[in-house]
Every structure is written in C-alpha cells, then in structure tokens.
C-alpha cells in the first residue's frame, strides 16, 4: 500500500520560500507510471493543482503558479519536493502530495496534508 | 485556465439519487476522457471515487458511477446514505496541466 507523508515547517515569513517535502513509502517513485503531485486547498476553499514531477526530473507547473513554483524529486530517498517563492497570506492552505496516474491523470493516493500559514 | 464549474450544494434524503455535475470546456472535459471525482470529508485528504470519466476504484461502491456528455461530466450516486455527506471535486487533464472544480458540499438529508 502506497503511503505518502508531508513534512515541513507550518509557519512561514511574507516574502520567504516555502518548502515542503513528500516523503512515499510502499512503492519507488522510480519505478514510473506516475506523477508525483502537489496540490493545496486554501481554508474553506476547493482544490488547486499545483504541479507535478516525473521520477526522471520532468516538471509541469500550474500557469498561475509557475513563475514562483519548483518541484524537485530525490529518487535515494523516495521522496519530491516543493518550493513556493516569495509567497504571501494568499498562500496560507493546506498543501498534500499526491500520486497521479501518468497516462489518465487521476490522483489514486494522497498524503494527509499540511497546514502552512503565512504570517509575520 | 479556469476551474471547472460544479454546483455549490446539492442534497437528497437517504435512498435518493443526486447527481452532480461538472463543466468545463473542450480544451479540457470535452476534449479528453480523463476526468475524475474525488469525495471528501472534513479534515480529510481527499479520495478518488471515479476516474477515467466512469471507472470505480476498487472498493468505492457501485452506488457510485460516472458519465460524460460534450463538456460536461456528471457524478451519480444512488441509494444515498448519510456517509455520502461531504464535499465533492471534479478534474480534468488538459494540456499537460490538471484543473479541478470548485467543489460541490452533498447534504443527505
């Protein structure tokens, strides 16, 4: 069973780089077939897509998001990673890791998600 | 690109049929068959229910089913039961990106 965990600071500075880090158990991200996703969800509010990382380094980027966005992977240690740049009170919500089907996109595990506010 | 459009609220009483509906554009829903619905509890991470438009995962129930007409895609559950209360997603892939509706709160009555 595919098991994925978020870690990473809660409390973050206006203007400071977030940074979070999946961490998959139960499966190898380089075995393929998969993206590995990061999608947040503002309090109260619906589900923002982030991007996405394939075990090989290639990235996808939310539009919207993409100029302050990178997702990275470290296949040694099973795990991928988030930076957010120069983030704000906008991007206070909690942020999951999510497994997603490379062929049909779907989103089939998910970690159970972090909170992580932006305030000074 | 935009958020898939979902209701805000639907409800039904238990045994009931609701369905939910999701629509977006042909650059997204219409243009592939890769939507999927995710139900979620409060406080919970999210849980795939349908992909590929009409596929269940297994375990999630056959009260449960998909369908897609032009740009829209509907989520039908039947025989509702009080634990279907939660909120509920739609995505879609497009052009190598993914977006999600803006959620649909399900009330069981």
């Known amino acids: 069973q595919v098991q994925l965990q978020e870690s990473g600071p809660g409390l973050v500075k206006p203007s400071q780089t977030l940074s979070l880090t999946c961490t998959v158990s139960?499966?190898?991200?380089?075995?393929?077939?998969?993206?590995w996703s990061w999608i947040r969800q503002h309090p109260g509010k619906g589900l923002e897509w982030i991007g996405y990382?394939?075990?090989?380094?290639?990235?996808y980027y939310n539009p919207s998001l993409k100029s302050r966005v990178t997702i990275s992977v470290d296949t040694s240690k099973n795990q991928f990673s988030l930076k957010l740049s120069s983030v704000t009170a906008a991007d206070t919500a909690v942020y999951y890791c999510?497994?997603?089907?490379?062929?049909?996109?779907?989103?089939?595990?998910w970690g159970q998600g972090t909170l992580v506010t932006v305030s000074s | 690109q935009s958020a898939l459009t979902q209701p805000a609220s639907v409800s039904g009483s238990p045994g009931q049929s609701i369905t939910i509906s999701c629509t977006g554009t042909?650059?997204?829903?219409?243009?592939?068959?890769?939507v999927s619905w995710y139900q979620q509890h409060p406080g919970k991470a999210p849980k795939l229910m349908i992909y590929?438009?009409?596929n269940r995962p297994s375990g999630v129930p056959d009260r449960f089913s998909g369908s897609k007409s032009g740009n829209t895609a509907s989520l039908t559950i039947s025989g509702l039961q009080a634990e279907d209360e939660a909120d509920y997603y739609c995505?879609?892939?497009?052009?190598?990106?993914?977006?999600f509706g803006g959620g649909t709160k399900l009330t069981v009555l």
């Open positions: 139960g499966g190898s991200i380089s075995s393929g077939g998969y993206y």
């Open positions: 999510a497994r997603a089907d490379l062929y049909s996109n779907y989103f089939d595990y």
């Open positions: 590929e438009v009409s």
């Open positions: 995505s879609s892939y497009t052009s190598s990106s993914t977006v």
């Open positions: 042909s650059s997204d829903v219409g243009g592939y068959n890769y």
């Open positions: 990382i394939y075990y090989s380094g290639s990235t």
